[in-house]
């Protein structure tokens, strides 16, 4: 049985990932970071300053609880389509 193009694109992806997961790590948390810079939460509790790096995150993101983040949750759950955690909608 052979492999379609699609199959090897993805065991590829995987074996990159898998070979190097620091590096992905620190890319895909890059990219959170820039696509969400304009929320609500980035701007008003955890300013970075433009910055995506790990070291950065981890000394200005303070760890959270549900009870921490529930308003916001709520306002979310009750409509309100304004960037306030993700710069996506969540529905």
């Not at 052979?2 to 090897?8: E, F, K, L, Y």
């Not at 000394?59 to 306030?84: F, Q």
Request: aromatic share 4%; glycine share 4%.
């Amino acid at each position: 049985m052979s492999a379609s193009g699609r199959d090897v694109e993805l065991l590829e992806f995987i074996e990159v990932a898998t070979k190097n997961p620091d590096d992905v790590q620190k890319s895909v948390l890059a990219e959170i970071l820039s696509q969400n810079a304009h929320t609500e939460y980035r701007q008003q509790r955890c300013d970075l300053g433009g910055s995506t790096d790990r070291q950065t995150f981890k000394a200005k993101v303070p760890m959270v609880t549900y009870d921490d983040l529930k308003p916001d949750i709520l306002r979310i759950a009750n409509g309100d389509r304004s960037p306030i955690l993700s710069a996506h909608p969540i529905s």
